[in-house]
């Protein structure tokens, strides 16, 4: 069975430009999670969906960051423009609630903004 | 707001030194608390996930506690391979997932 599926790995960018972050959740997995993990911190939650639908997005930084999971498979997270502090792995997970209630994590994309 | 506190924040123990790491928790509402074991560059390993007071889970060398309060990680006989940075979460009811920061474990040879 493949697993979370991110990409880019790394993306370097200037600042005040556009980024974009793929994830292909595991197959059948509802629930979808972004979280962004800064160096030597835990993740910390954006945005979560159940489905196609935003259920818990309020620590999304709503000015510059935006998400959609269309057919509630794929999702993507923007932002822009970056700055600086956006600097941070972002990692994917989804949820099988269904069986074991494991959240799955992908391997994150590294974004540095120079 | 639902929060996680693990401690230390850092841990250097020789192979065989068995310890423990902690991890505090207030929630609105447990459905699960979730270890997790990150190596750098990538994403979180599952390793446990506990849903009641009580419960225990093992593998290999690591054994999971639960209480109301405050979960602990225990680690046995450790290995230089069981070095890592170890991550605690909480589940609530509303399926929101909090992290903790997290406890850097090296094990030295």
């Known amino acids: 069975e493949a697993g979370v599926v991110q990409s880019p790995r790394y993306k370097i960018i200037e600042k005040k430009q556009p980024v974009a972050f793929w994830c292909n959740p595991i197959s059948g997995h509802n629930t979808l999670y972004w979280y962004r993990q800064n160096l030597g911190q835990g993740p910390e939650l954006l945005i979560r969906y159940e489905n196609e639908e935003a259920v818990d997005d309020s620590q999304l930084p709503k000015d510059r960051f935006s998400a959609e999971r269309l057919k509630g498979v794929d999702s993507t997270l923007k932002i822009q423009p970056a700055e600086l502090g956006d600097s941070a792995v972002y990692l994917c997970a989804s949820w099988d609630r269904a069986n074991t209630g494991e959240l799955f994590f992908g391997e994150g994309s590294r974004l540095t903004v120079l | 707001e639902d929060q996680v506190t693990q401690s230390p924040e850092a841990l250097r123990l020789q192979e065989g030194e068995s310890s423990s790491l902690n991890c505090s928790y207030t929630?609105?509402?447990?459905?699960?608390l979730f270890w997790y074991r990150q190596d750098p560059g990538k994403g979180p390993e599952f390793l446990f996930t506990l849903y009641s007071a009580g419960e225990e889970k093992e593998k290999e060398r690591l054994k999971a506690t639960l209480t109301k309060k405050e979960s602990f990680l225990h680690i046995t006989a450790p290995k230089p391979e069981d070095s890592a940075t170890y991550l605690c979460a909480v589940q609530n009811n509303n399926n929101d997932m909090r992290f903790g920061a997290g406890t850097r474990l090296t094990v030295k040879p």
């Open positions: 929630v609105s509402g447990l459905r699960g």
